[in-house]
């Protein structure tokens, strides 16, 4: 056992050096845009009423599903073929991926803003809101600004320069956006002024993006000769898009069809909510990003022990730290809303606690996704992302006009589960990957076991001050840990994944 343990460390952490070098880096840039893009529908549920932030979170949600049709995949796939064709130092095929998708990208986003422009009413009729014809016409640049963005980010990625992802399209969108929003606000406190602030914000980022491009662009663009790689790039890309669209629709079609079968109200409760499940999904979405190559270099050089190990550890480690907030969230629900939002917004209690059943499961299973991806099984993925899309449309048609937004949880929850199911159900069958041992259960287990015991002293707690929530996480967190060192559950590997994380450092 003592000999797999040291096989497994060095293995994990040449693949590890080999892929991920500035993890670290585009993690902690990840966590500050979640952390930004928050705090700027914090300002926007605060400062306007229900009805409005629920017009604003449809508008958005139209733009973004908007963005994900018009980008086709692109953005991945001129990533990974930039990468590729400069691995091999073919400068000619790489500059071709870069002008033939600005071609294809262009015409796509100017058809894709024409279309929203000219269906800006027949949408407004669709919701059943007058009010959102203007809403889509103001956000509709969104679609070419965005893609801008995206396409230049993926570019200087392909080059293996994360620093533009992180401080263009991380950092300084959020950023950019939260104050632009906030001071729109300040100025003017209508539903106008925050639309026309994001838009502004966006323009703002892709005109520095381009500014900073056109000076500091790894090859040259201006060149006679080039290749021609439209085709090849675009049906490679197709794919990805289908995955991409179909996880999207997953969370965002709540909103959709609530904006069809409730008032703009009751759409911006549920996203209230929503918005504090993103921050329960945190850990797992960050988490991934390491990782996924890790787990690469691990498939590709057929170490399927050492990932099996690997996944374990991981899920472990995702849970104890995702668990305490799911407690904090799933327990107090309604202290939470009125704590961080106030007014009415802990009507949408019952919604948050579905949602974060079903964010539960996803964490609770580990990252499965990322696991097949590793494996190439990107098929598998599109067709577990199609059947829990289309139970999602089913549920929601079904529930929302009879429970409104409890049932568009309940749809959420019941999708996200299926789909997560279904891929750790694939994961294990094919390749006898999975996180449940006792050195996981029984840690899990104990934190509920003694969280379930202080759930009556932490609520008394809260008739003081609900600003005792505060201290719940940490507390919850420091049970974790501690039922870990009680259920002896520190295994060898957990040393390694440790060391990785200390070891990846930013790009120089």
Same mark, same amino acid.
């Given at each position: ?20 070098? #500035?993890?670290?880096? +585009?993690?902690?840039?990840? +966590? ?16 306007? @009423? ?22 086709? #995949?692109?953005?991945? #796939? ?11 130092? *073919? ?38 809101? @007058? ?5 889509? &016409?103001?956000?509709? @640049?969104? +679609? ?5 963005? *995206? ?8 080059? /293996? ?24 606000? +300040? ?13 502004? %914000? ?46 999207? &629709? ?62 374990? %550890? ?54 499965? *996704? %990322? ?62 990957? /999975? ?23 932490? %609520? ?19 049970? #974790? ?12 590997? *957990? ?14």
């Amino acid at each position: 056992m003592e000999e797999i343990t040291v096989i497994s460390e060095d293995i994990i952490q040449t693949a590890f050096k080999k892929v991920a070098k #500035g993890g670290a880096f +585009i993690l902690a840039s990840q +966590i500050l845009a979640m952390f930004f893009g928050f705090l700027r529908q914090f300002a926007v549920i605060r400062l306007l @009423p229900p009805n409005d932030y629920g017009l604003f979170s449809l508008g958005m949600t139209v733009m973004g599903v908007c963005i994900i049709l018009s980008g086709l #995949g692109l953005p991945a #796939g001129a990533q990974r073929y930039i990468g590729f064709f400069m691995g091999k130092e *073919d400068e000619l095929s790489a500059r071709g991926v870069i002008i033939s998708t600005i071609r294809i990208l262009s015409i796509s986003a100017a058809s894709f803003t024409i279309s929203i422009l000219v269906s800006a009413r027949p949408l407004a009729i669709l919701f059943k809101k @007058p009010e959102m014809t203007s809403v889509i &016409l103001k956000l509709a @640049p969104l +679609i070419t600004l965005s893609l801008c963005i *995206d396409i230049i980010s993926s570019f200087y990625m392909g080059f /293996h320069r994360v620093e533009v992802n992180v401080f263009f399209r991380n950092i300084g969108l959020y950023l950019v956006s939260l104050i632009s929003v906030v001071l729109g606000l +300040i100025l003017r406190r209508d539903l106008s002024s925050v639309l026309w602030a994001v838009v502004l %914000s966006y323009l703002l980022i892709a005109f520095f993006e381009l500014l900073y491009s056109s000076r500091k662009f790894p090859i040259p663009l201006r060149c006679k000769s080039t290749s021609r790689m439209g085709k090849e790039i675009l049906f490679f890309s197709l794919p990805l898009f289908g995955v991409s669209a179909l996880n999207y &629709l997953i969370l965002q079609t709540d909103t959709l069809m609530l904006g069809h079968f409730s008032a703009a109200e009751t759409v911006g409760l549920y996203n209230a909510a929503f918005q504090l499940l993103q921050i329960l999904a945190v850990f797992l979405t960050s988490a991934s990003f390491i990782f996924m190559p890790v787990a690469s270099g691990l498939v590709a050089t057929s170490n399927n022990m050492e990932l099996k190990q690997l996944y374990r %550890s991981t899920t472990k480690w995702l849970f104890i730290f995702t668990l305490p907030l799911f407690l904090v969230l799933f327990l107090f629900p309604s202290d939470i809303l009125r704590l961080v939002f106030g007014g009415i917004y802990p009507r949408a209690a019952l919604a948050l606690k579905l949602l974060c059943l079903g964010e539960f499961v996803n964490t609770f299973l580990g990252p499965n *996704d %990322s696991t097949l991806l590793a494996y190439g099984r990107s098929k598998v993925l599109m067709v577990t992302a199609a059947l829990s899309a289309v139970m999602n449309i089913f549920l929601n048609a079904l529930f929302i006009p009879r429970w409104g937004m409890n049932g568009a949880a309940i749809a959420s929850f019941v999708s996200l589960a299926l789909k997560n199911i279904l891929n750790s159900g694939y994961l294990y069958l094919r390749y006898k990957i /999975h996180p449940f041992d006792s050195k996981y259960l029984k840690p899990v287990l104990l934190l509920i076991l003694f969280s379930s015991i202080l759930y009556f002293p932490l %609520s008394y707690l809260l008739r003081f001050s609900e600003w005792f929530l505060l201290t719940y996480y940490p507390l919850f967190l420091a049970i #974790g840990i501690a039922s870990v060192l009680l259920s002896k559950s520190v295994e060898p590997l *957990d040393h390694v994944l440790i060391k990785l994380i200390k070891r990846t450092k930013m790009p120089q």
